[in-house]
């Protein structure tokens, strides 16, 4: 069976995050594989909104009251980046997700549209793994992180621009990517 068709079966036949009739297409949450499981049947005008943040309605997006607690953890990804972008706390702090799916809603390519890059201008992502350019005194943690250590897995904090997070000798920091490249 084709997504489109599981989708429509799924959704039953309106948009999932607005319940639309009218002008449905699949939509993959990214970052996705393209499979069910990480894709939405939307309509024309969710899908608009989603790819031009700036023309989002929140009046459009009143939906998202009931599409947040929907049992598809993409439905509830893309309702979080929607709200998110939206500047909605109020309505985030409501949303239930597991750990898997919260690191997902969080994931590059969420709705705030922030593009980390390394000093070489390589587009970093959360997940990647960093090497430390120059010796970086750590305040408050009283050590230095080396030039040439390896920070693995690292994560981009949406509240401090310019920064990556990652773990040096066991303590998470924060650090500016203008000292860093991808490994």
Same mark, same amino acid.
């Given at each position: 069976?084709?997504?489109?068709?599981?989708?429509?079966?799924?959704?039953?036949? /309106?948009?999932e995050?607005?319940?639309?009739?009218?002008?449905?297409?699949?939509?993959? /949450?990214?970052?996705?594989?393209? =499979?069910?499981?990480q894709?939405?049947?939307?309509?024309?005008?969710?899908?608009?909104? *989603?790819?031009?943040? =700036?023309?989002?309605?929140?009046?459009?997006?009143?939906?998202?009251?009931?599409?947040?607690?929907?049992?598809?953890?993409?439905? /509830?990804?893309?309702?979080?980046? *929607?709200?998110?972008?939206?500047?909605?706390?109020?309505?985030?702090?409501?949303?239930?997700?597991?750990?898997?799916?919260?690191?997902?809603?969080?994931?590059?390519?969420?709705?705030?549209?922030? /593009?980390?890059?390394?000093?070489?201008?390589?587009?970093?992502?959360?997940?990647?793994?960093?090497?430390?350019?120059?010796?970086?005194?750590?305040?408050g943690?009283?050590?230095?992180?080396?030039? $040439?250590?390896?920070?693995?897995?690292?994560?981009?904090?949406?509240?401090?621009?310019?920064?990556?997070?990652?773990r040096?000798? $066991?303590t998470?920091?924060?650090?500016?990517?203008?000292?860093?490249?991808?490994?």
């Amino acid at each position: 069976m084709s997504v489109e068709k599981e989708l429509t079966k799924r959704s039953g036949g /309106v948009c999932e995050l607005c319940k639309s009739p009218e002008d449905l297409s699949v939509f993959e /949450v990214a970052p996705s594989d393209g =499979s069910v499981e990480q894709s939405i049947y939307i309509c024309k005008t969710c899908k608009s909104q *989603i790819e031009d943040p =700036s023309s989002m309605d929140e009046a459009h997006f009143n939906c998202l009251n009931d599409a947040m607690w929907s049992e598809v953890p993409a439905v /509830v990804v893309m309702s979080y980046r *929607i709200l998110k972008a939206l500047g909605r706390e109020d309505l985030l702090d409501m949303i239930y997700m597991d750990d898997a799916t919260k690191s997902w809603a969080d994931a590059a390519g969420s709705s705030n549209g922030v /593009v980390v890059k390394d000093a070489n201008g390589v587009e970093l992502k959360a997940g990647d793994s960093v090497v430390i350019l120059k010796d970086l005194e750590v305040k408050g943690a009283g050590f230095t992180a080396k030039r $040439g250590t390896t920070v693995k897995n690292i994560s981009i904090p949406q509240d401090v621009e310019g920064h990556i997070e990652g773990r040096v000798n $066991g303590t998470k920091i924060y650090l500016k990517t203008e000292f860093l490249k991808k490994a």
